[in-house]
């Protein structure tokens, strides 16, 4: 964890493979610039990438340096990159190709700043190699030592409870569950590493925080984006297995769970383990009042006419893949227990926004019955993770003047002072894997029960084919995602 955690440098030898994929050009490779701006990188630290086509190290650091000077801009700096590239070199090999391991073996014996026994082999790959890379890594022993040599895997983990079973038992076969980071980027987002600071660091929330105060929680993660170049992986997956059972889950597990008894990996993650199995599982019979999807039409973004998904290059004309997704889960324990927290995400909705809105209930004291304010809203906590992290609270005053009227006052406080920089998500969580923190990767046990809830949805949509609702491109979802809601006073709430 990043919190009051001691900072210490780690010697490291860090593979990316797929390294020339969008990923690692998006992400990975200006993450790990701006550690080595922030000077988080101790002397000995090499990045090696493993990738097919015929490079040498002259033509990878050439991508590299393309790759950087096209995100960065005008912030990129000689000198860093000039530090950065003294630790790159490039391997090349195929993922299912032993000779290419055995030269990634001879290249992390010899790396360009000095050896290091802490290893970390970075799958930025399709999941349906990450068996064959850990075999092939067992094969030439860079399993070995199982304390010091980590495997990041990307998500989606398995596609369902079964695969994602049988894809852990392939990583098992040669790495111990320590020593796999299973990475959800939304848990290296600064305010949602903000909820725990917010939640228990903070006397007044906690007595609060519970089935007494609160009436219902909404989780939403909205996008402008369509699907874009991703239609190929898109439509096999859908906004339920690609947002909802990862970012989502998350979420909601760190919004609910108890405090760990310490800021450590395990304790950390026995606490959402407990959330995710006291969520009361979605009986078939009920499960159009838990689960809602549909797909987005033609509309306008922003004074711009976009087509429907279904007009999308490499869809499906006929798909029924589900681009909104909204779901209601109840968690069964004494803190939550009728309280329902209402999830929802989807792609070309109207804003780009990420929030945890708390709705709390209304005052039991009625001494406001014969009176204008009879009809009060209720106060709302609202935890905007974007765009621009802040957290605002909304609570009734009186309104200056004669007579008794109140007005909603919104208590905002920005979460970065002027002059901060934000760190991308990337940025914290790398840091985290070259210092061997698991406590913001996700444990094998979190990711089957999270699958677990879903798995039954999975299983009765893929029997329904023939229909799907729609909504047009740039509102926020069709009306009929209300019908989840257990009351008729529940809303949607879209403004952070
Ligand atoms: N892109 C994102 O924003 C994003 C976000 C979240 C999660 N992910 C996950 O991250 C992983 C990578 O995604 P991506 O979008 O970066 O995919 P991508 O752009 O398709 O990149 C895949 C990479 O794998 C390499 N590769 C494929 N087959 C290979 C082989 N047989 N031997 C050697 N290299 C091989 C490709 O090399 P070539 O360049 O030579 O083809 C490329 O570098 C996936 O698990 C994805 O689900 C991606």
Known sequence: MTVNQEERLYPCSFVIFGATGHLATTKLLPALYHLEQAGRLPAVTNFIAYARREWDDATWLAHVEATLRGSLADKFDREIYGRFARRCSYVRGDLHDTEGYRRLLEEISKPKTGVCSNLVFYLAIK??????????????????????????????????????????????????????????????????????????ANLMVEPLWNRNYIDHVQITVAECAGVETRAGYYDQVGALRDMLQNHLMQLLTLAAMEPPPALEADALRDEKVKVLRSIRPIPRRALHAHAFRAQYAAGNMGGRQVPGYQQ???????????????????????????????????????????????????????????????????????????????????????????????????????????????????????????????????????????????????????QERDFIHTYPAGSWGPEEANRLFEWEYQAWRNDA
């Open 312 to 462: 999308e290059a490499g869809v499906e004309p006929d798909s029924v893949t589900e681009t909104f997704v909204a779901a209601k889960l109840l968690i069964d324990n004494w803190r939550w227990r009728g309280v329902p927290f209402y999830l929802r995400t989807g792609k070309r909705l109207a804003r780009q926004q990420s929030m945890i809105a708390i709705r709390f209930k209304h005052p039991p004291q009625q001494l406001f019955q014969e009176t204008p304010l009879e009809n009060m809203d209720p106060n709302w906590i609202v935890l905007r993770l974007q765009p621009a992290e802040s957290m605002h609270l909304e609570i009734h005053a009186r309104q200056p003047g004669l007579g008794l009227h109140t007005r909603m006052i919104q208590m905002n406080a920005g979460y970065r002072g002027d002059g901060e920089r934000a760190i991308d998500a990337y940025e914290a969580l790398l840091l985290d894997v070259i210092r061997g923190d698991a406590t913001n990767f996700i444990r094998f046990d979190e990711v089957e029960w999270a699958w677990r809830v879903v798995d039954p949805v999975l299983k009765f949509w893929a």
């Open 127 to 200: 999941p349906s190699d990450f068996g064959t890379v850990a075999e092939q890594l067992a094969a030439v022993g860079l399993n070995r030592p199982r304390g010091l040599h980590r495997l990041v895997v990307e998500k989606p983990f398995g596609e369902d409870l079964e695969s994602a079973r049988v894809l852990n038992e392939v990583l098992h076969r040669h790495f111990d569950e320590h020593q796999i980071f299973r990475i959800d980027h939304y848990l290296g987002k600064e305010t949602v590493q903000n909820l725990l600071v917010f939640r228990f």
